[in-house]
C-alpha cells in the first residue's frame, strides 16, 4: 500500500474592532481596511473554516520535495471553489445573454459549458467531486413560433388605426410593461398542443425523406 503526504489547512479568522471619526460608514469602513496596525488582533476560533487539502504528494513525509498529485475536486475549499466557478458561470451568462439579445439559438458548445456549469455548481454545494467534462447535451430543441415585442407594436399601430375602440390612444400610451403583461395573458391561455404534434410529424416526414434521398444516393 503506497504512502502519501497530505496537506490540510482551516482558515482562522482573526479580527480587530477600533473606533474611526468619518462622514459617513462607507469612509469609516475604508479607514478601518487601510489600517495596518493589528497589534489588538483577536483569533476567533469559533468561526473556523472547514479543513481543506491543500496538497498531496506521493510518499511520506514528502511535502514539497516528492512527487505533486492534483488534489480531488472534492477536497478542495469550498469557498473558493463558488469563488472559482464564479467566473464559469459568468462567462456562460455573458454568452447567453448575448444569444438572447440577437435572438438565436445557442450554440452547442455553448449549451454543454452551460449545462456541465449547472452541474458542477450542484457538485459543489453537495459536496461532491467535479463532474467530467465533456457533457452529454440533452436533444435539440427547436423554436417552433416567438412573440416578438416589435412586431406586437406594430400589429398596435394597425389596430390603432383601424379601430375606434382605441381611438384615444397613441403607439406611445402603451407602455413595455403593457405588452410584458399581454404576453403573460395570451401564452396562458394558448393551446398549440395540435399545431406542435402536427409540424412534429412534418419534420419527421421531412427527416425520413432526407435520409431516403442520402441512402440511395450513397
Known amino acids: 500500500m503506497p504512502d502519501y503526504t497530505v496537506e490540510v489547512t482551516y482558515h482562522l479568522p482573526v479580527y480587530r474592532q477600533r473606533s474611526y471619526s468619518a462622514d459617513t460608514p462607507a469612509q469609516a469602513c475604508r479607514l478601518a481596511i487601510e489600517d495596518d496596525g493589528w497589534g489588538d488582533a483577536r483569533e476567533d476560533a469559533d468561526s473556523s473554516g472547514e479543513s481543506h487539502v491543500t496538497g498531496i504528494w506521493e510518499g511520506a513525509d514528502a511535502a ?11 477536497f478542495a475549499e469550498t469557498v473558493q471553489r463558488k469563488a472559482g466557478h464564479f467566473d464559469m458561470l459568468l462567462d456562460a451568462l455573458r454568452i447567453l445573454s448575448a444569444d438572447a439579445r440577437a435572438k438565436r439559438i445557442p450554440s452547442p458548445e455553448v ?3 452551460a449545462a456541465w456549469a449547472i452541474v458542477r455548481g450542484e457538485a459543489i454545494l453537495a459536496g461532491a467531486r467535479d463532474p467530467d467534462d465533456p457533457m452529454r447535451l440533452p436533444p435539440a430543441t427547436f423554436t417552433l413560433a416567438v412573440l416578438d415585442e416589435d412586431r406586437v407594436r406594430r400589429r398596435i399601430a394597425t ?12 403607439p406611445q400610451s402603451v407602455h413595455d410593461a403593457d405588452i410584458q403583461a ?14 406542435v404534434t402536427y409540424h412534429e410529424f412534418q419534420a419527421a416526414y421531412a427527416a425520413l425523406t432526407a435520409a431516403s434521398q442520402r441512402i440511395s444516393q450513397s
Do not use: N
Not at 520535495?65 to 475536486?73: F, K, L
Not at 399581454?182 to 399545431?195: H, Y
Open 64 to 74: 514539497y520535495s516528492g512527487q505533486e498529485i492534483p488534489v480531488p475536486s472534492h
Open 111 to 113: 449549451q454543454a459549458k
Open 159 to 170: 389596430l390603432l388605426a383601424t379601430d375606434r375602440r382605441f381611438q384615444s390612444l397613441t
Open 182 to 195: 399581454a404576453f403573460a395573458a395570451v401564452t396562458a391561455d394558448a393551446d398549440l398542443s395540435r399545431q
